[in-house]
Nanobody, 122 residues
Framework: QVQLIESGGGLVQTGDSLRLSCAAS????????MGWFRQFPGKEREFVAA????????YYADSVKGRFTISRDNAKLAVYLQMNNLKPEDTAVYYC???????????????WGQGTQVTVSS
């Protein structure tokens, strides 16, 4: 069982940066691949980024590649999403999730946080 709690969301302007954090519980945290997803109003949740359990492999959606960076600190049981050069189209609720397999599909993830709102004003 893994419990996830996101933080770090907020209201920023175009071009600003934000760092989302996801705090996890559970002694098996490093065995889980971690992902960030986002959900726009009225839309399906979509993949943003993922990192392997060791932190050595990362994956990104094309829409955020070069602007967002996912990382993790297994000693602190945390995963992060550094978001730079934010755009209004990045406005969404962001979720972190844990999975035994590393895929971009929502259905592959077993545990989810409650989400944190990111709003980028133009």
């Amino acid at each position: 069982q893994v419990q996830l709690i996101e933080s770090g969301g907020g209201l920023v302007q175009t071009g600003d940066s934000l760092r989302l954090s996801c705090a996890a519980s559970g002694r098996t945290f490093s065995s889980y691949n971690m992902g960030w997803f986002r959900q726009f109003p009225g839309k399906e949740r979509e993949f943003v980024a993922a990192v392997s359990g060791s932190g050595t492999r990362t994956y990104y959606a094309d829409s955020v590649k070069g602007r967002f960076t996912i990382s993790r600190d297994n000693a602190k049981l945390a995963v992060y999403l550094q978001m730079n050069n934010l755009k209004p189209e990045d406005t969404a609720v962001y979720y972190c999730a844990a999975s035994q397999i590393i895929l971009r599909m929502v259905s592959a993830y077993d545990y989810w946080g409650q989400g944190t709102q990111v709003t980028v004003s133009s």
